[in-house]
Every structure is written in C-alpha cells, then in structure tokens.
C-alpha cells in the first residue's frame, strides 16, 4: 500500500529536549515536505526536499532542522523544542515537486 | 500574511444537496488550485485541482469553479453524502510547485443524514 508513515503520532515533550519524528514513504518520490497546522492558520511549510541531500527552507523553518540522507526518509528535528513548537506536523512526498502531495497521519507535538 | 482565506471555518448541509465551499485568494500569481480533503486523525488527502487557463474541473461529485478576476474558487459536491464530512483546504501556487503553495485554514463541513 502507497503511504506516508510518520512516527510518534502523539509526542509531549519538556522546552529544550532534542526530538526527532520521522518520515518515510514508500513510493519512491522524489519531493518531501514538513508542513505544521495550526488553528486559523492553514498549513505552512517548514522545509521541503527535492531530492536526497537537497533541502531548503519553506516559510516557517526558525527552530527546525531536516536531513535526507535516503530517498525515503525525511526526519523533523527540534534540537532545542519551545512552546510555540506545540502544534500538528504533517509529512508530504510527491513525485516530483510539480504533482500532488501525499500525507501522512500527523504529528502531534506539545512542548511544555 | 494569509494569501488563501476560506472565511467560512464550518458548513452544516443536508445530505443530497448541494455543499457549496469557498475559497479566496489575494496573490494573482497564482495559477495552480487544489482542493484537499481531511478526515480526522488523517492526513489531508487530494481530492481535485485545476489550473487557470480552465473555469471549471469536475470528477464525479465534486467540480471546482475558478473565477480569476475575483480570485475566487468554489467546490461544489452534488449531492452531498454523510461520508463527505470533513475539513476541506484550499490551496494554491504559482504554476505547478508545492515550494509556493499557501493553504487556507480549512472549512469543516458536516453532511447531515
């Protein structure tokens, strides 16, 4: 089955502790993106990747870190979490940047 | 600064009738609109696009109109069914490329049987 898994579903976390959450999907596409939803808002773009080792920021990247070593995988990384981190993170991937985007279940992130 | 607005946040509509949600957009560099379905504990799903050499795109159930020199696009899902419940986003960028797309914040419709 085409998905896009994203792992944890539900994180709390403390300010300052370092987290991952990942992504993967099992289509072979080359574009991924991180996007977070938050209320009255829509859902705005953290970082996005065109392909392995290339990757660049979306409107929203402060705070946020992403590595795509392997076509598949697209991690989210938080080195230092803050409160205004809490929010619902959703995993993309397309096949190439010019088609729709698949998503994944969400993340979601509550920094106390 | 929010490019894409859907100003109704929710839509309560009898099923079999017509479910009528709107979307606009202040960016007239857009060209590209689609139109994304979420269930809840999901993530969004694509349901139907359309690019701004049409006015009209329909599949099945649902037709997206684009009116360019309103900057307005509507979907509309004729006839309405218990099942199409859900929050539906608006998004849009300029010619094909998810880099620039803005989303709206969602409409949460409610198919009542």
């Known amino acids: 089955e085409a998905q896009v898994t994203q792992n944890p579903r539900y994180l709390i976390t403390v300010t300052g502790k370092k987290l991952t959450v990942t992504c993967s999907q099992n289509m072979n596409h080359e574009y991924m993106s991180w996007y977070r939803q938050d209320p009255g808002l829509g859902l705005r773009q953290i970082y996005y990747s065109m392909n392995v080792e290339v990757t660049d920021k979306g409107d929203v990247p402060e705070g946020y870190k992403v590595s795509r070593k392997e076509k598949r995988n697209f991690p989210l990384i938080l080195e230092s979490p803050s409160p205004n981190q809490t929010s619902l993170y959703f995993c993309?991937?397309?096949?190439?940047?010019?088609?729709?985007?698949?998503f994944g279940p969400g993340t979601r992130l509550t920094v106390t | 600064d929010q490019q894409v607005k859907q100003n109704s946040p929710s839509l309560s509509v009898q099923e079999g009738r017509i479910s009528i949600l709107n979307c606009d957009y202040t960016n007239s560099m857009f060209d590209y609109f689609l139109w994304y379905k979420k269930y809840p504990a999901e993530g969004p799903t694509f349901l139907i696009s359309?690019?701004?050499?049409?006015d009209k795109n329909e599949d099945g159930r649902f037709t997206v109109f684009l009116n360019k020199s309103a900057k307005h696009l509507s979907l509309h899902i004729v006839p309405s069914q218990p099942g199409d419940s859900a929050v539906y986003f608006c998004a849009a960028s300029p010619l094909y490329n998810n880099n620039d797309m803005r989303f709206g914040a969602g409409t949460r419709l409610t198919v009542k049987p």
């Open positions: 993309a991937s397309s096949y190439r940047q010019t088609y729709e985007q698949y």
């Open positions: 359309i690019s701004s050499i049409k």
